[in-house]
């Protein structure tokens, strides 16, 4: 086995209050090693919960052919076109694998070991990737980033509804003068 993608996420998919099944394309060993994750228009998400809310089917040679089908849902009514699904990897942070000193080498056991390390940093890849960063040679506390964003956003509305109040204001008044 190998790993020749790079891609551990498929979606968003939009729904379409007909379609129920979704293919995605990124390598996985067992059907659980893929999330689902539902979102509304307004972005809140669900994680979803397999054999329950959805279902996955994998493709039987990964190598060949990685990926598979997820159905959603397994029963009701298809996702409308105001939500929307995304699949990722969920492969657990564990280490399976055990090689015995002095025993055979087998490089099929040694390469799905490292298969499954390459799965492990796609997954961090993708999450990473979505996260917030300062500069590595900064001083800056990415938590506290967000915060100052979150004040700026704050004062620079807080300053428009005040100029638009006074504008208003204004014209209301040039309005009576004449």
């Known amino acids: 086995m190998t ?11 939009v729904g379409d209050g007909s379609n129920t099944t979704f293919a995605f394309a990124f390598k996985v060993f067992t059907k659980a090693d893929v999330q689902v994750v539902r979102a509304t228009a307004a ?14 089917s994998v493709n039987s040679n990964q190598t060949a ?21 995304t699949a990722s990897g969920n492969v657990t942070y564990t280490q399976g694998t055990s090689l015995p000193t002095g025993g055979a080498f087998n490089a099929e056991v040694v390469e799905a070991a490292l298969d499954r390390l390459t799965l492990l940093s796609q997954q961090l890849l993708e999450k990473t ?11 800056i506390d990415p938590a506290q980033y ?31 003068v004449n």
């Open 129 to 139: 990737a979505r996260s917030v960063k300062v500069s590595i040679s900064s001083g």
């Open 146 to 176: 967000l915060v100052d964003i979150a004040d700026s956003v704050t004062a620079a509305a807080t300053s428009a509804t005040e100029s638009a109040e006074s504008a208003e204001l204004s014209i209301a008044n040039s309005t009576n």
């Open 65 to 85: 052919s990685p990926g598979g089908t997820i159905t959603y849902p397994i029963s009701g009514t298809a996702l409308s076109n105001i939500l929307t699904l």
């Open 43 to 56: 972005g809140v998400e669900t994680i979803l919960t397999l054999d329950s809310d959805y279902s996955v």
């Open 3 to 13: 790993v020749s993608s790079t891609i551990s996420k498929a979606g968003p998919y």
